[in-house]
């Protein structure tokens, strides 16, 4: 069993559909993230949660939703989404200790929006 | 706002070396990293130096750090086409919570 587990891994959905990624971690770390991966641009911070509680939202257009339960689950809720923002999204944990901070990657859902 | 920049490509012969070079703006990254992302996958943590280093060997891997000129370099040696895959580096900052920027990646393509 991978550290980190994301589903689905492929999602298609039209623009008025609402649908829901999750992602699960057994790594025992105490934060949790979600990057959107577009091809040829840096990864984009999106959500963070550190100790189940949101600390950092670059900006994110509310159609994107994230919901921490607890330290081990992370979702992102997902409505009236437009075709930009097919992507690959990537979910990561960490154990947050000072000094290095070091990421550990699901293999991410691949979403279309048509 | 952090700026980490590299090349999109990169092809070499297997056995080769392979220099995957990686510039940042931010003069107050504590740690900087390079992580492997293979198709259909995730990103893996290769490695990691800190700061107020200027070299890390692990194995076939070397991390350069030029911190005076903002440069970071993985080098990887005797290259293998199961090394083929999109090199990511990240530069960690520090502005009251700890924040991890990443570049555009580098794919990297070993021919045998």
């Known amino acids: 069993e991978t550290g980190v587990t994301q589903t689905p891994r492929h999602l298609v959905m039209g623009m008025t559909n609402k649908k829901s990624l999750k992602c699960e971690q057994h790594?025992?770390?105490?934060?949790m993230y979600w990057y959107k991966q577009s091809a040829k641009k840096p990864l984009e911070l999106m959500f963070v949660?550190?100790?189940?509680?949101?600390?950092e939202n670059n900006s994110v257009p509310s159609r994107f939703s994230p919901e921490c339960p607890n330290s081990s689950h992370l979702f992102l809720h997902l409505h009236t989404l437009q075709p930009e923002d097919s992507a690959l999204y990537l979910c990561?944990?960490?154990?947050?200790?000072?000094?290095?901070?070091?990421?550990?990657f699901g293999s991410g859902t691949q979403l279309s929006v048509l | 706002g952090e700026d980490v920049e590299q090349s999109l490509f990169l092809s070499v012969r297997e056995g080769d070396s392979s220099v995957i070079n990686c510039t940042y703006t931010?003069?107050?990254?504590?740690?900087l990293y390079w992580y492997k992302q293979e198709p259909g996958a995730g990103l893996q943590l290769l490695t990691y130096?800190?700061?107020?280093?200027d070299m890390k060997q692990d194995q076939r891997l070397t991390v350069l750090l030029n911190k005076k000129d903002k440069h970071l370099s993985l080098r990887i040696a005797d290259t293998q086409t199961g090394d083929s895959a999109i090199y990511f580096c990240?530069?960690?900052?520090?502005?009251?919570?700890?924040?991890?920027?990443f570049g555009t990646g580098t794919r990297l393509l070993v021919s045998p």
């Open positions: 990561a944990s960490s154990q947050e200790q000072g000094g290095a901070e070091k990421l550990f």
């Open positions: 790594l025992g770390h105490n934060a």
């Open positions: 949660y550190s100790l189940e509680e949101r600390v």
């Open positions: 931010d003069s107050s990254s504590t740690y």
């Open positions: 130096i800190f700061s107020n280093m």
């Open positions: 990240a530069d960690l900052l520090n502005t009251g919570f700890q924040k991890l920027v």
